[in-house]
């Protein structure tokens, strides 16, 4: 049923999520199909899901830096490891505009596609991710630790696999709206047999 609803609003909004191949892009959206969606996005409000992408986007590209930036800092180039910084700091700053652009346009209404609150706990812990490559980052470069060699290799391999965290949370998201998405076709068949029973 939830997916279902995720369906008719998506149907309505005319996309299908990036990197999905579909037959059911927007020019193969019946006009049925678009009429019925109103109705019940007016109902259940906007979906919710492609933001929420979006913003893990963000965040995994902000924590992917971290990379580079521990790369520079255990050679010492405090140069580049600042203009690393300043990236990731760019970047954490477009996710909080994100997340403050999500939680205005979330709808308030007693009928949402998904439960308001999972959707708020899942924007903060994706947010955590790019909050705390901020944090990590301004701490090594202010005090400009230093990496002894002795666990230089070690510690890359260990931010490596804290980045791997954040490209799986990524993919869990994503794999969400490909759910929703891929269950289009059957969302136009109920959309058909609603509009049916009408006539």
Not at 8 to 18: D, K, L, N, Q, Y
Request: charged share 30%; hydrophobic share 40%; net charge positive.
């Amino acid at each position: 049923m939830l997916v279902n609803l995720l369906c008719f609003v998506s149907i309505r909004e005319g996309r299908i999520a990036p990197g999905i191949s579909s037959d059911y892009g927007p020019d193969r959206i019946r006009p049925g199909d678009i009429s019925l969606a109103n109705v019940l996005a007016n109902i259940f409000g906007s979906s919710p899901i492609m933001p929420l992408v979006k913003h893990v986007n963000t965040a995994y590209q902000c924590t992917k830096k971290l990379e580079e930036f521990f790369e520079a800092a255990i050679d010492g180039d405090w140069d580049k490891a600042a203009k690393s910084r300043d990236a990731i700091v760019a970047l954490e700053h477009e996710a909080d505009d994100l997340k403050k652009e999500i939680r205005l346009h979330l709808p308030k209404r007693l009928f949402m596609p998904v439960p308001r609150q999972d959707l708020l706990e899942l924007l903060l812990v994706q947010d955590k991710m790019a909050n705390r490559a901020k944090d990590v980052s301004s701490l090594v470069l202010g005090r400009k630790m230093h990496i002894p060699d002795a666990i230089a290799d070690d510690f890359l391999e260990f931010v490596r696999r804290n980045i791997d965290a954040a490209k799986q949370a990524r993919k869990s998201v994503q794999g969400t709206t490909r759910a929703v998405y891929q269950r289009i076709p059957r969302c136009r068949g109920i959309a058909g047999r609603v509009a049916d029973r009408r006539t």
